[in-house]
């Protein structure tokens, strides 16, 4: 697992209150909005987005066994507010992809320290 689930608890009583105002206008960064499995109650996270072929890119800095990446997948999608637009997401797939393709070469480099090589990759609905 890239980073503690220490740090991610940590970051969703701290660190996500500020990065919701500031996700959606922030490059590379978004805010997503997924219901949960058992709860059913809707819930918003930023979440570090690129767009890839056609598509959206998640960085799965925490893994993939975190809530909200099996909460989208069970559902089938969610929904993304990325650079000033709502986007309805579908057909969610974990990628493995070591070599951060089509990532701007700072990002490559910082997910690449943090051992980040898991992804989400989601279709935009039409």
């Not at 056609?54 to 089938?76: E, H, K, M, Q, S």
């Not at 969610?92 to 997910?111: C, K, N, S």
């Amino acid at each position: 697992m890239p980073i503690p689930m220490t740090v991610a608890r940590a970051n969703r009583v701290a660190l996500n209150r500020v990065m919701r105002r500031i996700a959606p206008h922030t490059p590379f960064l978004g805010l997503l909005t997924h219901r949960g499995r058992r709860s059913g109650r809707e819930f918003t996270i930023p979440v570090n987005v690129f767009e890839f072929r056609g598509g959206i890119r998640l960085a799965l800095t925490y893994g993939p066994g975190t809530d909200w990446v099996r909460n989208v997948r069970a559902a089938g999608g969610c929904t993304l507010r990325f650079r000033g637009r709502t986007l309805e997401l579908t057909n969610p797939r974990l990628v493995r992809d070591p070599q951060r393709a089509g990532m701007p070469a700072f990002v490559r480099f910082v997910l690449a320290r943090l051992h980040v090589e898991e992804f989400l990759d989601l279709d935009t609905a039409e």
